[in-house]
């Protein structure tokens, strides 16, 4: 996947609020970390709706970091995991990885 | 105008609560990460509209939708937008905006809301439901007859509906489009299948014919097909 994240979207709703910017970095330092341990723990025990519903929640981060093409894997990881399929699995992960990484870096 | 937020996702309620103070004229009253607190407040309290979030966990926002008893305005707010078809189906539902939402798109929601509360009340009956079923192609939400249908079939990650004159390639699933079908005009007839069986020419065995489509029976539909039909 070519999606590198990044904060222009925010940026076009902050228009120089810089209050806004830090709260929404804020909510996604505290929630991402959060949510991909909530991923690994249901994951790990096979309750496969429950990783679908922490995945429909970091599908919205990746879509408001821009990225795209990992919204759009996320939306069909999430339908494959209510059927009870996790072999998508390692590509996530990967893209959690590339998350994880730019958030360290704001 | 007095406007609430709901939405589990925190990140999403800020980034409505930072479109709203763009308006002038939006007041956000409060924010709730869930519909059952919003319906407490909304007894005590008059809105002018609400910003909804369909996909919640537990009590959703089309469960929401249908408990209020004096709805204000509703505005619906998803990422999928198969779930905007619900738009259509309540007249207090002025629109529905696609996240990630950008300014532009949510001053026209502002000025449909503005309109909308300028007519006269609506009824807070549900419309009728219709004979039509909206399917989302390219981002364009396509009309189609429900009776126009013959077949619908799975096809990986998407559906194929196939009318009497056209085919349509829907990115969703047999369980969420059989949702949306009357029970008196669809069955579903094999795991991949939902036929129109009013559309039906003649069943063989393991198979029915529809048009020119033969559809595969599965052992376990067959006999509520049976059930169904008008047999001599």
């Known amino acids: 996947m070519n999606d590198k994240p990044n904060l222009n979207y925010i940026d076009e709703l902050a228009e120089g609020d810089v209050a806004f910017r830090e709260k929404f970095i804020g909510i996604i330092k505290t929630e991402f970390p959060l949510e991909r341990e909530e991923y690994m723990d249901h994951l790990k025990n096979q309750r496969f709706k429950e990783t679908a519903m922490v995945v429909h929640k970091m599908k919205h981060k990746f879509n408001i970091l821009s990225m795209q093409e990992a919204y759009g894997f ?12 996790s072999g998508m699995d390692s590509s996530f992960k990967a893209i959690l990885q590339v998350v ?7 | 105008m007095n406007c609430i937020i709901i939405d589990d996702e925190t990140a999403a309620r800020a980034i ?14 409060q924010e709730f990460d869930n519909a059952i607190e919003a319906i407490k407040f909304l007894n005590q309290q008059e809105v002018d509209v609400v910003f909804l979030d369909i996909h919640m966990p537990g009590f959703t926002g089309i469960d929401f939708v249908q408990t209020l008893k004096n709805p204000p305005k509703i505005v619906l707010t998803t990422s999928d937008t198969e779930f ?7 007249e207090f539902i002025v629109d529905y905006l696609v996240k990630p939402i950008t300014f532009e798109r949510f001053e026209k929601c502002i000025q449909k809301v503005k309109k909308s509360l300028s007519q006269k009340p609506v009824s807070t009956a549900m419309v009728e439901p219709t004979s039509d079923l909206y399917i989302n192609i390219d981002r364009r939400l396509i009309k189609i007859r429900l009776d126009e249908i013959l077949v619908i079939e799975a096809e990986g990650d998407y559906i194929k509906v196939k009318t009497e004159k056209e085919e349509h390639r829907v990115h969703t699933t047999l369980k969420k489009i059989k949702e949306k079908l009357p029970d008196n005009l669809f069955l579903q007839i094999h795991r991949s299948y939902i036929i129109n069986f009013t559309k039906i020419i003649d069943i063989e065995d393991n198979s029915v014919l529809i048009a020119k489509n033969v559809v595969p029976i599965s052992r376990s539909n067959r006999p509520e097909l049976m059930r169904r039909l008008n047999l001599l």
């Open chain 1, 74 to 85: 996320a939306v069909r990881y999430e339908e494959e995991l209510l059927e009870g399929n």
């Open chain 2, 84 to 90: 905007a078809i619900a738009a259509y189906e309540y």
């Open chain 1, 100 to 106: 994880d990484t730019y958030i360290e870096s704001i």
């Open chain 2, 16 to 29: 409505v609560g930072q479109l709203c103070t763009k308006v002038p004229e939006l007041h956000i009253l």
